[in-house]
């Protein structure tokens, strides 16, 4: 990414997540309804008993056109709680207690942050504290660079495809990646994601 799309991706950045920031409560209704919920129903429909009152933290990750999100729940959740006076809050790398939720002092919680592996997905954590729930600032990351590749196509041009890459070229004919190499290396990304997938 060059230097004018890194300021550009920040500022975006900055200014969604600080809109989402004052209107956290209207964020989490808006998860519930439209992630929540309807998990919790898909779940219970494979036989699992799951009521919306269990649920004490909950993370949504969001791979865009990749695969659908996926929803964990309590200890589903991979991230690590990070302190203003302390590095972690969790003490086992990656998992989150419920006895930690509840002693938690909110005040002094930063951030939620993702493990190594999972990195640049965008995602969003929320917990509930004391019969209150909290919701995290959202991790953008992938979603912000959609946003800009928006930009790019109204400006005629557009934005590579490949993971990682983000630099935006002309908009000439089917065009998806900026160079040979990002084609070759997406490539070979997806035909390997495929051989996983199929075992």
Same mark, same amino acid.
């Given at each position: ?41 898909? @779940? ?19 791979? !865009? ?60 954590? !929320?917990?509930?504290?004391? !019969? ?31 993971? !990682? ?9 089917? +065009? ?11 490539? +070979? ?5 495929? @051989?996983?997938?199929?075992?």
């Amino acid at each position: 990414m060059t230097k004018p799309e890194r300021a550009l991706h920040n500022f975006v950045k900055a200014v969604v997540t600080t809109a989402l920031s004052n209107a956290r409560h209207e964020l989490y209704s808006t998860v519930n309804e439209g992630f929540i919920q309807p998990e919790l129903e898909a @779940r219970n429909q494979r036989g699992e008993t799951l009521k919306s009152e269990d649920i004490w933290v909950f993370q949504i990750m969001l791979y !865009g056109d990749e695969r659908p999100p996926e929803i964990r729940f309590n200890q589903e959740v991979k991230a690590d709680m990070i302190g203003h006076s302390k590095p972690h809050h969790n003490r086992e790398p990656g998992k989150v207690s419920q006895q930690e939720i509840e002693t938690l002092d909110v005040e002094d919680l930063a951030k939620f942050v993702t493990r190594e592996n999972e990195v640049g997905v965008s995602n969003l954590v !929320g917990f509930c504290h004391r !019969g209150d729930w909290h919701v995290g600032a959202l991790e953008l990351n992938r979603f912000i660079l959609r946003s800009l590749a928006v930009i790019a196509n109204a400006a005629g041009l557009r934005t590579c495809q490949a993971d !990682g890459c983000g630099f935006t070229f002309a908009n000439k004919g089917k +065009k998806i990646y900026c160079s040979l190499a990002c084609g070759d290396k997406q490539r +070979k990304k997806n035909y390997r994601r495929i @051989r996983k997938m199929n075992g």
